[in-house]
């Protein structure tokens, strides 16, 4: 089992950077993909980014590629998203998340409970 927490959201101006962490517990943090999710009010649960196990392929949602990176460190147990040119479209709750999957919500079997980052125009 893996329990998962996120830090580093706020409130941030447009064209700004924010770094969220996700800090997991449990021996078997290496065996699972990892995924950046993100829920804004009155819409779905979207995917962000993913990054395989060993840290070696990422995988980006069209609307954050080029802005976005995810990061893993499995000695550190930890995952990050780094994320440059902020723009208000980018105001949620982001989630992180750890399964076998790629892209989808269903597809990861463990959540955070999300931290609010907030892009002001």
């Known amino acids: 089992q893996v329990q998962l927490v996120e830090s580093g959201g706020g409130l941030v101006q447009a064209g700004g950077s924010l770094r969220l962490s996700c800090a997991a517990s449990?021996?078997?943090?290496?065996?699972?993909?990892m995924g950046w999710f993100r829920q804004a009010p009155g819409k779905e649960r979207e995917f962000v980014a993913r990054?395989?196990?060993?840290?070696?392929?990422?995988y980006y949602a069209d609307s954050v590629k080029g802005r976005f990176t995810i990061s893993r460190d499995n000695a550190k147990n930890s995952v990050w998203l780094q994320m440059n040119s902020l723009k208000p479209e980018d105001t949620a709750v982001y989630y992180c998340?750890?399964?076998?999957?790629?892209?989808?919500?269903?597809?990861?079997?463990?959540w955070g409970q999300g931290t609010q980052v907030t892009v002001s125009s």
């Open positions: 998340a750890a399964g076998m999957g790629v892209s989808l919500v269903d597809e990861y079997e463990y």
């Open positions: 449990g021996r078997t943090f290496s065996t699972y993909a």
């Open positions: 990054i395989n196990r060993l840290g070696a392929r990422t």
